[in-house]
């Protein structure tokens, strides 16, 4: 009789019987799901505005308004010179100066353009960025609504540009987003807890006892690794039901498809969770080492930061995280409906990393043990 069915047994008996395993691999991940989600947001609202108005004139008032008006920014204050406003920004109670000078509506009238000055408080490098786009895309509609308004016909027509947002047409940035932290979630229920599994063997001192017994090791390593397995694809699928439940959002491609994916990437993460357990003598040092990689993991595996975006070594380094395939194939697959050949380079990737971890980790445990 195979001595695999009864190692099963007993590692889902020591699961169901410890209470924070349940806890910390189903409710937090799905807590955390619930909350995340509506916390996170892409878009800065409420910028504090300072304006210094030299001109006070019915244009600046009104391109005042219509900065005011957009929902994006928050007036704290109409100052008399820049050096009280300044004032604001080093204390904090202002992001963003916005400076109009005297003769603003002359020379908007008479040569249908004006500069106004615009200084940031960079600290936020992010939140200046897109505060300063904001403004600077609100004052150059309202300089166009100006100079057509007052001069028909005097401005070109130029290119009208109508623009639709493909699987995705509201640009609502939490749909994209839902998949991403999926992944993520499934990442630390299969990779932290199958990593201290093992790990909890060597501190209770049952690893001895395991390594003398006819016990293959390929059975042990099994027996350790099908529980979590099982355990993540079920956080898998309380996340897919929060995703609809919550969010309404239903995966546009094949729902087996996007299962099969998730089995094999589950196989690399554990497997590297399982390797990290081969050199690590305590639970304390192994959550330290997952907590590290799968740091890296997140932030280099495209959900806040475009891969495109990073530098070329950077985007070679992230080929090779998981995280990295998982991210872009649980968007593909939910969003785009895409095929098994448009995510095949991304299984082929997952499924080669799953190789080299778990048999890297069989080997590293047979020298080890």
Request: include cysteine; aromatic fraction near 10%.
């Amino acid at each position: 009789m195979s001595v695999l069915p009864v190692l099963l047994r007993k590692e889902f008996l020591q699961i169901f019987r410890n209470k924070a395993i349940l806890m910390i691999s189903v409710a937090m991940p799905v807590l955390q799901f619930i909350v995340l989600p509506m916390a996170v947001n892409y878009e800065f609202k409420n910028i504090n505005l300072a304006v210094v108005d030299h001109d006070r004139s019915d244009l600046s008032r009104r391109l005042i308004d219509r900065i005011t008006g957009s929902g994006y920014f928050r007036l704290v204050d109409h100052a008399a010179s820049y050096a009280q406003a300044y004032a604001l920004i080093e204390s904090d109670e202002a992001d963003i100066i916005l400076q109009v000078p005297s003769g603003f509506e002359q020379r908007l009238v008479r040569e249908g353009m004006e500069e106004v000055f615009v200084a940031v408080n960079a600290i936020n490098g992010m939140k200046a960025g897109v505060g300063s786009a904001y403004l600077t895309s609100i004052i150059a509609g309202y300089n166009r609504s100006v100079v057509e308004d007052l001069m028909p016909g005097a401005a070109p027509a130029g290119i009208a540009v109508t623009s639709s947002g493909l699987f995705n047409p509201e640009r609502n940035y939490k749909i994209s987003l839902l998949p991403s932290i999926l992944a993520i979630m499934i990442t630390i229920v299969g990779g932290m807890l199958s990593a201290l599994n093992i790990v909890k063997e060597k501190e209770t001192g049952t690893i001895e006892q395991i390594n003398v017994t006819p016990i293959r090791k390929r059975d042990f390593i099994l027996a350790k690794s099908i529980p979590f397995w099982i355990l993540a694809n079920v956080v898998f699928t309380i996340g897919l039901l929060v995703i609809y439940l919550f969010y309404g959002v239903v995966p546009q491609g094949s729902l087996l498809l996007l299962y099969g994916f998730v089995g094999v990437y589950l196989l690399a993460v554990m497997g590297f969770g399982l390797l990290v357990s081969t050199y690590c003598t305590s639970q304390q040092q192994a959550m330290f080492v997952n907590f590290f990689f799968i740091m890296i993991f997140i932030f280099m595996g495209g959900l806040f930061t475009s891969l495109n975006s990073m530098p070329v070594w950077a985007q070679y380094v992230a080929r090779f995280n998981p995280l990295t395939h998982v991210n872009e194939v649980m968007q593909l697959v939910t969003l785009k409906e895409s095929t098994l050949r448009d995510i095949l380079p991304n299984l082929l990737a997952v499924a080669a990393m799953a190789v080299v971890l778990n048999v890297w980790a069989v080997l590293n445990y047979r020298k080890t043990s």
